[in-house]
């Protein structure tokens, strides 16, 4: 990775505490590391072109770094890297719930009358039912679900492989964006190259078993090589695009390519 050479500059006291502040707000761990790694307020002022001194200034060039971050992380992704899986002993009971609201709030999303909507760069944009869903081949997986807030779980998810959905689709594998929109208020968005990674799974079922509500019914996206606010539930539509779409979490400063 490259470095930032670092100059000499003198960093007034409440400049050095507000530059610490920003980066014990970064809740991305890898964002946090790339940062400790390789930020001074001089490599700020390097890529910025001028000294960031009050907190707005410094909060634009962490965002700034974590675009730059992203790439970083775009680049060394390797599509064919497997992350590790798990022994089915190893599944954690039970395993956590997590969302932006308390389990009092679980969607209940009728399977029934529950459709896939899909638009953007997709040939077939024609909506799926569960059922069909189901129909196509499954697999499944024991991996490690890791989240910022401090938690990781080992679980089982099984589904259609992605990349054999959008490929059925007739998805456009050359864009950059997939995006997801959930059936709460959530939605986030995904690179290419790990919606067509062997691992990312459209997950129906946990445990064996379909998914409950909690883990997001009917369909997930899980992505072991992505930490856990990548993995939308409740999945109410699916879009390709090259437009950059964010996400709930990430509109609100978590790096957006979150790498696990
Ligand atoms: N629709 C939706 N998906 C979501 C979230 C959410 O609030 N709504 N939270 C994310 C976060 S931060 C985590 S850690 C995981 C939690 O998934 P779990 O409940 O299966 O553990 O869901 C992710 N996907
Ligand atoms: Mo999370």
Not at 2 to 15: D, L
Not at 172 to 194: E, P
Request: glycine share 8%; aromatic share 12%.
């Amino acid at each position: 990775m490259q470095r930032f050479k670092k100059r000499q500059i003198e960093i007034p006291a409440e400049g050095a505490a507000m530059l610490a502040d920003a980066i014990g707000r970064i809740a991305q761990p890898s964002r946090r590391a790339f940062v400790q790694r390789s930020l001074t307020l001089g490599g700020l002022t390097l890529l910025t072109g001028c000294a960031p001194d009050n907190q707005e200034s410094i909060d634009a060039a962490l965002t700034g770094i974590s675009r730059f971050n992203d790439r970083v992380q775009g680049l060394l992704f390797d599509p064919t890297r497997l992350a590790p899986t798990y022994p089915d002993f190893m599944i954690a009971q039970p395993f956590p719930f997590n969302a932006y609201y308390g389990e009092e709030e679980i969607r209940e999303v009728d399977g029934d009358s529950w459709r896939l909507e899909l638009s953007g760069m997709i040939a077939d944009r024609k909506p799926w039912t569960l059922a069909q869903l189901r129909a196509l081949p499954q697999q499944s997986q024991v991996t490690r679900h890791i989240c910022v807030e401090g938690w990781s779980a080992i679980g089982k998810w099984g589904g259609v492989p992605f990349s054999h959905f959008l490929r059925r689709v007739g998805a456009d594998l050359s864009a950059k964006y997939v995006g997801f929109k959930c059936a709460d208020d959530y939605f986030t968005s995904i690179d290419m190259a790990t919606a067509l990674h062997p691992q990312t799974l459209m997950a129906l079922s946990y445990n064996d078993q379909t998914l409950p509500p909690r883990y997001g019914f009917p369909m997930k996206l899980r992505m072991p090589t992505k930490l856990g606010y990548k993995n939308p539930k409740h999945i109410q539509a699916i879009f390709v695009t090259n437009t950059y779409p964010g996400g709930y979490w990430e509109d609100q400063g978590y790096n957006w390519f979150g790498g696990s």
